[in-house]
């Protein structure tokens, strides 16, 4: 696993061997050294190799089956909705992920071990807060790439996946199986919780998305993996490994603390932030946002895959129009807040043109969109309701919570007769909220569908799902230095 030490930030350490004790030194011997480390690794996410693209808006939806991209025999997407990893073009991407994922871990893994080297010189709240936040990236990376390379965990525990890295070296490390690597990750993850307890003010002062007195190393939290992402990710964590008590438990932590009564840190979006901007809608729901990127290349993102104007084989679309085809059947009530906001018409080419506006351009003269004109979500609370629901022990209760995300989406609530009517709304949910986000793939994977819904006729086809649709292959690089 050939992996350099690539720092970035505003200092531009780029592309530093392990080896290179000085410049690694003296990266290290400043709390401010530790920030442009730990920022370098926020940054190097939006990457389109990664979180920038393929790992959220494009990908892993195109291969959850959002957008038809087969009717058009030249699209840029054809052959990653067919999981043809054999394509040049899917091993490309492929290789993508795997290198700047593995590199951006090693970067980890070097304010890990530096920051238990520098623990006095840190003090106590950068101490926790450095070496908590890389502990929690660090399992979050490798939990992403168990979630793509390795195999369904319900069937193959035992099976050797992927290695889970904490050196700095370039040394190969051996393969773990899903459920040791799993470990590995939740056992990261408590370290990380039991740290940023101590010291992250998200805790006790909210998100503080805004510019600090001295320094901004502890405000902005939602883009930095705090506290609340962590329990999060647990939930998510001990979701995929079928642990539905400890996946409840950490979920309902996250609502009973993030959305306290008269202190609520993550509130749910209001209708009139959706509705009543005509220029600055917050279509992302910003202040439910546990953890997100801060990309200012959105708007390029969002003009190279979705803006209206794109050739049709560029465009990431759904079928039909907002009148018809998947739109109508995946929103159903006209009050759905993401009904009103995530989807609109455009004209060009002679003709109405559906396209996806989740991550459109958004501005006004009175600062307010700056909260969330460059966010890309990575982790909602709305998702805890979701897992707290599937994990419920009575129906009433996951019920409740359920209906929790649909009220506060505009949409009335449902009552359900058995738990099979509520984890196929649940299903529809997923589908409905984490568009261009990354996550649907990977639930239809953890719950190993044989079946998911088709973008070309939705409602009425699926695509038929084999286990082999579900495990990216590990990529040539890493196989030949296996040999």
């Known amino acids: 696993m050939a992996i350099v030490l690539t720092l970035t930030g505003c200092s531009k350490f780029l592309d530093v061997k392990p080896l290179d004790s000085i410049m690694e030194d003296e990266l290290f011997s400043s709390i ?13 996410l939006n990457t389109p190799a990664i979180y920038g693209e393929n790992l959220s808006v494009g990908l892993l939806d195109v291969m959850a089956q959002y957008y038809d991209v087969s009717t058009t025999a030249e699209h840029q997407f054809r052959y990653f909705n ?4 054999a394509d040049s073009e899917f091993k490309k991407k492929n290789e993508e992920i795997w290198q700047k994922m593995y590199s951006l871990i090693v970067n980890l893994n070097a304010i890990v071990l530096n920051s238990d080297k520098q623990e006095t010189m840190l003090g106590n709240t950068y101490y926790h807060l450095f070496k908590g936040e890389a502990l929690a990236m660090r399992a979050y990376l490798h939990f992403d790439l168990l979630r793509l390379y390795g195999s369904t965990y319900s069937e193959d525990k035992d099976k050797k996946v992927i290695p889970y890295v904490i050196v700095t070296d370039r040394e190969v490390q051996p393969l773990l199986s899903n459920s040791e690597l799993l470990n590995k990750v939740i056992e990261d993850l408590l370290q990380a919780k039991d740290l940023l307890a101590k010291v992250d003010p998200i805790l006790t002062e909210g998100v503080l998305n805004q510019e600090g007195t001295q320094n901004n190393y502890l405000n902005y939290r939602q883009y930095r993996m705090n506290y609340f992402a962590v329990c999060g990710l647990l939930a998510r964590v001990y979701l995929w490994a079928g642990d539905t008590v400890n996946a409840n438990k950490y979920a ?11 202190a609520e840190i993550f509130k749910f979006v209001t209708s009139d932030a959706v509705k009543n901007r005509p220029n600055y809608p917050d279509r992302v729901f910003s202040g439910e946002v546990m953890f997100a990127l801060y990309n200012s290349d959105r708007v390029n993102l969002y003009n190279r895959l979705f803006n209206y104007s794109l050739n049709p084989v560029a465009q990431l679309t759904f079928v039909g129009t907002l009148d018809d085809g998947r739109f109508k059947v995946l929103y159903p009530e006209e009050n759905d807040y993401r009904h009103v906001s995530h989807w609109a018409k455009g004209y060009a080419n002679n003709r109405d043109i559906l396209y996806f506006a989740k991550f459109a351009p958004v501005s006004d003269n009175n600062g307010i969109s700056n909260a969330y004109k460059f966010m890309m979500p990575l982790m909602r609370i709305s998702e805890m309701y979701l ?14 919570y359920f209906n929790k995300v649909g009220v506060h989406r505009g949409s009335p609530e449902q009552t359900f007769q058995t738990r099979e009517e509520l984890n196929a709304a649940i299903q529809n949910e997923y589908l409905r909220e984490f568009i261009g986000e990354g996550q649907t793939y990977y639930y239809f994977k953890r719950l190993n569908k044989v079946a998911i819904p088709s973008p070309v006729r939705p409602g009425i086809d699926v695509v038929q799902m084999d286990k082999v649709n579900y495990i990216m292959p590990l990529p040539d690089s890493e196989i030949s230095q296996r040999n």
């Open 387 to 400: 897992i707290a629901a599937e994990t419920a022990t009575l129906l009433t209760e996951g019920t409740q």
């Open 32 to 44: 401010k050294g530790f920030n442009t480390a730990i920022n370098g690794v926020y940054s190097e």
């Open 82 to 85: 067919t999981y043809n990893y």
């Open 252 to 262: 309902v932590e996250v609502i009973s603390q993030g959305q306290k009564v008269d």
